[in-house]
């Protein structure tokens, strides 16, 4: 009698284990990110993706060519976190993987990454400023934010201007060891 009643609890504890591990696995998925379809067009005659572009809150973002890909890094205008970006182009839109950190934290939480998509525009006005209009998303999420940049005129990228060194200068101690 005993090992029927232990056989029957074994069984519907298994039981559990499998529906709770199967709903924990499920949870445990990531979504992808859900970017708007973007059809590649003809990059506007004239114009190339190296360059650098504002965001109010990005900052400026620096886009060069290496290896047959675009590559980029970013300040954010607070400097609270600089990021880098790698992706490919067809025409005018630009797919990228990108990896931002936080200056002064390290570990996990000091980093986070996604994918986004970015499409490169140019307003149909006289002089127009080319523009890129961009969406993004962290790995673990569905949620999409937006990015738009503006194109800055006559400003050359420089990759090596944006690194993990911290913004501010520590403050020089006076006080001597006794």
């Given at each position: 009698m005993k090992v029927r009643t232990w056989l029957y609890g074994l069984g519907a504890a298994l039981g559990i284990v499998g529906i709770l591990g199967g709903t924990l696995v499920a949870c445990a998925s990531s979504p992808e990110a859900k970017f708007a379809t973007v059809k590649a067009g003809e990059l506007p005659a004239?114009?190339?993706?190296?360059?650098v572009y504002y965001n109010p809150v990005y900052g400026y973002l620096h886009l060069v060519g290496q290896e047959g890909s675009l590559v980029g890094r970013w300040k954010r205008t607070d400097s609270s976190h600089w990021g880098e970006m790698s992706g490919t182009v067809e025409?005018?839109?630009?797919?990228?993987?990108?990896?931002?950190?936080?200056?002064?934290?390290?570990?996990?939480?000091?980093?986070?990454?996604?994918s986004g998509?970015?499409?490169?525009?140019?307003?149909?006005?006289?002089?127009?400023?080319?523009?890129?209009?961009?969406?993004?998303?962290?790995d673990e999420s569905s949620d999409v934010g937006q990015w738009h940049c503006v194109k800055q005129v006559g400003m050359k990228p420089d990759l090596n201007s944006i690194t993990g060194e911290s913004p501010v200068d520590a403050p020089a101690l006076h006080d001597k060891w006794q």
């Open positions: 004239g114009q190339a993706w190296p360059g025409g005018n839109v630009m797919h990228f993987a990108w990896k931002e950190h936080r200056y002064g934290v390290v570990g996990p939480s000091g980093e986070s990454h996604g998509v970015f499409v490169y525009k140019l307003p149909a006005v006289e002089q127009a400023i080319p523009e890129l209009d961009g969406q993004y998303a962290l």
